[in-house]
């Protein structure tokens, strides 16, 4: 956990490797993961590197390996897997590893060469089968086609066309008797005989084809629009889907038949039926039955041809297919691999011929690993000439930041780089994140039965662990599975907290008894206004319930009032905590990087003006805890010492607890009755007493030290009247308060405008020694001033505003709470008296809600506001989030990745 708390130390070297030898150093370090070279070629274009052939050629090879995968797809056949990462780079090339796939040792230039004659017979094959395929695949849905036009022609030839011949010979016989002649076909034979009248032998035109069903509506209005309804259409569908040749798709598609008696109209439809993409087939005479049959029968024979060749041209790509989905990922990541090695070579600069030389960064533990790794690679090469690796001299530039993680860190500090990459070796947030996200997120979410789950969740994901590493997940289970400890540890401290709550989905749990108890409660007598008493007795330590709050709580009236009251309470506390930490580790990241300025005029300031205010807040909300106020209280009441049972009580512990019993003699000159009521400490009541005058604290106050005050006005009165506490708690409050107040006004201008004026006499104080360059022209005092202002008001400012949003964690904690208790109430608590299916239904309509809104959506609103409280509340105190990720050449992350995607 120390190395965690900051990045690891890096060095920034610089790597001399002989030409030849270069491949086989680089594919040695990527197996290490430990360096991220710097680009020493700016200047150049991606074209103009050395070697971006090479590149090139790496990229064929992708596009091609894409190629096969695509093709794998439409045969819905799975790569095979080429093991884990691990095992494919210790048998990958290398100067100090085996062979690849069963080959021989090859160099980086071989590999890519034996890889691409090989990719490129495959290639060519499958594009050769794939063209022939789409060849077959239009001929035979021709013949498909072809043969369902015609078996759909002859049957409405036979069936239909006599009876609509009859139909129309019948009504127009009866229009051209009446001689109001309008119909279509009437249209159509005057054009041919000059409505003299109709000749039953004359045949009309007729254009038959294919068109998709999906576009049958839209087809047939343009024809009739076209034609203004001077012909005549019939569809036919055919029962089985047809394949496009393009897309693999099947197709719904129906015949059509239209019949015209104009050259014109032939000319429209023809247009019309290729702006739709319709197949139009000529047709024999169909009154010529010897002919069709004839022309169906060898259609027919042609149609089996065509299927049998079809299949085997598909059997034939499937087969290909499967051998290259047995090797597609193997090669993939040799390729990436190639890749990687040859991108980071042309980072390096060839200053002298057949020598490379590179720089980049490593993590410092490491420098003699890569050493060793690169005088290995030389020597296996047999190279005169020896390889080089030293550090540069500084300055350097901007180091990147890495940490060394596990399975368990590994998901927090993901969590905090999505907001911003930590400075180079500044503290880490990831750190402090790991205890306290689960624990505020489980003060939020507090419940026993709901955390429950949550926990089975995360352990469920735990137990899977190793299964899930080796699968191919989604984008949102993959992310699931990188937070599994994160998960876990939420569900656990949720648990933690229902327990603190004694919630579990709204019911308190009686575990070890509760310490009230009402009158008549066990024999069901209790009514809504009794009150509950301590069966123990006040300020008995076995009175106080042993883990979490008394389960009387949860059936008494004013259990909202303190649950209200303790929850607050309690989140500004832990926010209050969570800030001062925050504040804490910017004066300690000021001391481990030794600027002086910001310790002492950034963090004690700031530092003073919390503790002044808020940490002053938090000792007030324990010392109000810590406090008998049943003595102080006591301390201020007039009791009889004869007849009150109160009088000489355990309870009373101010003054050493002694009873003084004052001498009753006081006389009430206004009514002239004797008053012998007294306090505890001896004065004398005369009924008119304030609070002030009966208690012996002295505090000062109306309070006087005797009376519980609010905590919310005390700190308001503390900037508004700070001359004046109404009701203190310890004697010398007022004085305290105003000292803290004065400090806390001090601190501002301290912070504000100090650290501007030292620094501004510093830069003088350089420009006297003739250090002054031109960017220090434009860091003159009044930018410095608006810098540091923004600073200012920002903290100032956001410990108001940060203390008033950690009240989220009070807010939805009771919102969790009162959600579960109506469903509770009125989804099963209202059904458990009716009948059996009304229960059924009511159980049924609990655990709906409760999954989709408590354990779904509740989740996910409670994970997002403890993010923001880390995010915003706690990281903008210390957290610069302007650090470079450590971006190494490793193998491994490199076809992980590809893995993923």
Excluded at 307 to 326: E, G, I, P, S, Y
Excluded at 530 to 542: E, F, K, R
Aim: proline letters at 3%.
């Amino acid at each position: 956990m120390v190395r965690w708390f900051r990045s690891e130390p890096m060095e920034y070297i610089s790597l001399i490797v002989n030409e030849d030898a270069a491949h086989d150093c680089l594919a040695d370090l990527g197996k290490l993961g430990i360096l991220q070279f710097t680009d020493l070629n700016p200047e150049l274009t991606p074209f103009q590197r050395r070697f971006v052939s090479y590149v090139k050629r790496c990229d064929e090879l992708e596009r091609k390996l894409r190629f096969f995968a695509g093709e794998c797809d439409k045969f819905e056949l799975e790569l095979a897997s080429a093991g884990t990462v691990d095992g494919f780079l210790a048998t990958s090339v290398g100067s100090s590893s085996g062979a690849i796939a069963g080959k021989s040792n090859e160099t980086g230039a071989q590999l890519l060469e034996s890889h691409e004659v090989e990719l490129d017979g495959y290639e060519n094959q499958l594009k050769e089968l794939n063209n022939y395929s789409e060849k077959l695949t239009i001929e035979y849905n021709e013949k498909v086609e072809l043969q369902e036009v015609l078996e759909k022609a002859r049957r409405f030839f036979m069936t239909d066309a006599p009876r609509l011949a009859v139909s129309e010979l019948t009504s127009s016989g009866k229009k051209i008797s009446e001689g109001a002649g309008d119909s279509k076909s009437e249209g159509l034979l005057e054009e041919g005989d000059g409505g003299t009248g109709r000749d039953l032998d004359m045949r009309f035109s007729s254009v038959t084809g294919v068109v998709a069903s999906e576009e049958r509506s839209r087809f047939e209005r343009m024809i009739f629009r076209a034609t203004r309804g001077n012909c005549y259409v019939r569809f036919a569908p055919i029962k089985q889907p047809i394949t496009d040749p393009e897309t693999g798709q099947s197709v719904e598609k129906c015949v059509f038949i239209i019949f015209y008696k104009s050259l014109s109209i032939e000319k429209k439809l023809k247009k019309i039926c290729d702006a739709f993409g319709a197949h139009r087939y000529s047709l024999p005479d169909m009154d010529d039955a010897p002919a069709v049959d004839r022309m169906l029968t060898e259609n027919a024979q042609e149609l089996v041809d065509s299927r049998t060749v079809l299949l085997k041209n598909q059997d034939t790509r499937f087969r290909l297919c499967q051998m290259l989905a047995q090797n597609t990922e193997k090669w993939t990541w040799t390729v990436l691999r190639e890749k990687a090695i040859y991108h980071s070579l042309n980072m390096f600069k060839a200053d002298v011929a057949g020598m490379l030389r590179g720089e980049a960064w490593v993590v410092a533990c490491e420098l003699d690993h890569v050493r060793d790794t690169v005088n290995k690679a030389h020597a296996n090469m047999d190279m005169a000439m020896p390889s080089l690796v030293d550090s540069v001299p500084e300055p350097w530039p901007t180091p990147p930041t890495h940490f060394t993680l596990n399975k368990f860190t590994y998901g927090y500090q993901e969590f905090v780089n999505t907001y911003g990459i930590p400075r180079y070796r500044e503290a880490n947030p990831a750190l402090f994140t790991a205890a306290t996200f689960p624990f505020l997120f489980g003060v939020m979410y507090g419940d026993v039965g709901h955390g429950s789950f949550l926990f089975a969740a995360g352990l469920y994901l735990l137990y899977n662990e190793k299964k899930n590493d080796e699968a191919k997940l989604g984008e949102m289970m993959g992310g699931m599975h990188s937070g599994r400890y994160m998960i876990a540890m939420m569900g656990f401290f949720a648990v933690y907290a229902g327990f603190i709550y004694n919630d579990c989905f709204s019911l308190g749990l009686n575990l070890f008894g509760s310490r009230y108890a009402f009158e008549g409660q066990d024999t069901g007598e209790v009514e809504e206004s009794d009150i509950a008493t301590n069966i123990v007795g006040y300020g008995d330590p076995d009175g106080v319930y042993p883990f979490g709050l008394d389960p009387v709580w949860h059936v008494s009236a004013n259990e909202l009032l303190f649950f209200n009251s303790f929850k607050m309470k309690l989140s500004v506390i832990l926010g209050i905590m969570q800030m001062f930490m925050g504040t804490c580790l910017r004066g300690i990241n000021a001391i481990y990087f030794g600027e002086k300025l910001d310790f002492f005029f950034e963090f004690v300031p700031m530092v003073v003006f919390a503790s002044s205010l808020f940490v002053y807040m938090v000792v007030l909300i324990f010392m109000k805890w810590s406090i008998n106020w049943n003595s102080r209280m006591m301390d201020a009441t007039c009791m009889d010492p004869n007849n009150d049972e109160g009088w000489g009580s355990e309870l009373y512990l101010e003054n050493d607890g002694a009873w003084v019993v004052c001498d009753g003699s006081n006389y009430n000159a206004d009514n002239g009755d004797w008053n012998g009521y007294c306090t505890p400490w001896g004065l004398s009541c005369t009924g008119y007493d304030t609070t002030e005058e009966k208690c012996s604290l002295d505090f000062g106050g109306s309070g006087d030290g005797c009376q519980p005050p609010n905590l919310i006005t005390t700190l308001i009165n503390i900037a508004l009247s700070p001359s004046a506490v109404d009701e203190p708690m310890y004697n010398g409050q007022k004085g305290i308060q105003g000292f803290l107040l004065f400090l806390a006004l001090v601190s501002v201008p301290v912070l504000l405008v100090a650290k501007p004026y030292f620094l501004s006499k510093e830069m003088e104080k350089n420009r006297g020694h003739g250090d002054d360059d031109e960017e220090d022209e434009g860091d003159g005092f009044g930018e410095i001033l608006i810098h540091q202002a923004i600073e200012t008001i920002e903290f100032v400012l956001g410990m108001v505003s940060n203390t008033a949003s950690y009240l989220r964690l009070w807010a939805l904690s009771l919102a969790h709470s009162e959600l579960a208790t109506v469903f509770w109430e009125k989804a099963l608590l209202s059904t458990l008296n009716m009948n059996f299916f009304a229960t059924y239904l009511g159980f049924g309509i609990f655990a709906g809600t409760t999954m989709g809104v408590l354990l779904m959506m509740d989740v996910l609103e409670c994970f997002l506001h403890t993010l923001r409280l880390h995010w915003v509340e706690f990281q903008n105190k210390f957290f610069k989030a302007d650090g470079i990720r450590f971006a190494p050449y490793s193998f491994k992350a490199i076809l992980s990745e590809a893995n993923i995607s």
